[in-house]
């Protein structure tokens, strides 16, 4: 036998990496017909104008690489986006790098700043690609739970958790998938450890303009001392209802914009080239398109939270994001994976499970996560199917796709 066959194909840091849930509940929902309320993409497409606009840059071209960091046009929209809605001045030559999507910014960024070795605060849930991203880095996680149903950021436990090796650390507000949005206490405690640890912040903002009721996006990058440490992460995929574009921006300091410019040029090079013209134009949208797309979400969210809520879910309506957290419990269930894979086959509605959000899966269990970027009739009809569910009964778990 060889070596190779003996250690086997995959990297071994890779070892408990396997298909993304997202992949494996998806296939449950095309298998049997189902509502799909599971994967975060919206059923209906974006803005018609932005999408003309691409159309017609697709036609008359160029339709060649782009810019490295981004074509100037998309990397100066940024730039006044930034300002615009967050008070913070980017150089769009040398602060701001455009992407195939925030998840390769991440990806691009951890491998670029993480070494062997060095730690990587996550606070846990946490979106799935941040652990693997740093696994591939042959980084160490050191995961923090967010604490109580108000899924709380607790500064002590993420003070203990910082050592000497720890390099990043890895923020996401409006978060995914409890839907917190960090208020201003917990943002000034982290950045007080990141100052005093020396340590870098990785913020994933892409749910940035999805924010409800009396909740405040704030960047941490614009309090004190924290921009010149702090990589920002957006996207145009939710809020623009544009995912499949894979268009995703790095905001940052030179040093740390370099880092990230180093990596991505030898993983995609550029973003799509034709398509980074209309999200410059998508980004310069009146003041009017944000508050609508916020006010249709959020519409949505008390839709899905009053139906779950009188099947008998245990719900905590989120504050920011398109997901809701429904607590299993009050229906007789206690198993999150079970639960999604035979959903599908039960009652014809796709959701997935939280637990693949955490390194200690025992935290997330007993939750199940619903989106609610769908049309309002979809999400009626997912509410009816699930109102069928059993109570009390066991669902057993269907071989995985």
């Avoid at 095309?30 to 999408?51: K, S, T, Y």
């Avoid at 995912?243 to 799509?272: D, M, N, Y």
């Avoid at 519409?299 to 779950?308: N, Q, V």
């Amino acid at each position: 036998m060889s070596r190779t066959a003996r250690r086997g194909r995959v990297a071994k840091r890779l070892a408990g990496f396997g298909t993304t849930v997202f992949t494996e509940m998806t296939v449950l929902a095309e298998r049997h017909q189902a509502v799909n309320l599971g994967q975060g993409f919206p059923d209906r497409d974006g803005p018609l104008e932005i999408r003309e606009l691409a159309a017609e840059d697709i036609r008359r071209g160029p339709n060649q690489y782009a810019r490295m960091p981004g074509t100037l046009e998309l990397t100066r929209a940024v730039a006044d986006h930034q300002r615009r809605f967050r008070g913070l001045d980017y150089d769009p030559l040398d602060e701001i790098t455009v992407t195939c999507g925030a998840t390769e910014a991440i990806f691009v960024a951890i491998q670029a700043l993480c070494d062997p070795g060095d730690e990587v605060v996550l606070f846990e849930p946490f979106y799935d690609s941040y652990r693997a991203a740093v696994a591939m880095a042959g980084a160490v996680d050191r995961c923090v739970a967010l604490q109580g149903p108000d899924a709380r950021l607790p500064l002590e436990a993420l003070e203990e958790a910082i050592s000497p090796r720890t390099r990043l650390l890895v923020l996401n507000s409006p978060h995914n998938p409890t839907g917190r949005v960090l208020e201003m206490d917990e943002l000034e405690g982290v950045a007080r450890l990141a100052r005093r640890h020396d340590l870098i912040v990785l913020s994933d903002e892409v749910y940035e303009h999805l924010v409800y009721d009396d909740a405040v996006h704030r960047s941490i990058a614009s309090l004190d001392g924290m921009r010149e440490r702090t990589l920002v992460i957006s996207s145009a995929g939710k809020t623009f209802s544009l995912t499949g574009w894979k268009i995703g921006w790095a905001c940052g300091p030179p040093e740390l914009s370099r880092a990230v410019r180093l990596v991505h040029q030898f993983a995609t090079f550029c973003a799509p080239a034709p398509l980074q013209p209309a999200i410059a134009r998508a980004l310069a949208l009146p003041n009017a398109f944000y508050r609508d797309l916020a006010a249709s979400y959020q519409e949505r969210r008390d839709l899905l939270c009053d139906g779950l809520r009188e099947i008998g879910f245990g719900v905590v309506p989120p504050s920011g994001s398109y997901f809701v957290l429904a607590d299993l419990r009050p229906l007789g269930y206690t198993d999150d994976v079970a639960f999604c894979r035979q959903l599908p086959a039960t009652v014809g509605v796709a959701a997935i499970p939280p637990s693949a959000f955490t390194a200690d899966t025992s935290a997330m269990r007993h939750f199940v996560r619903f989106a609610f970027c769908k049309r309002r009739e979809v999400l009626e009809e997912g509410l009816h199917r699930l109102a069928a569910l059993p109570r009390g009964e066991p669902i057993l778990t269907e071989t995985p796709a």
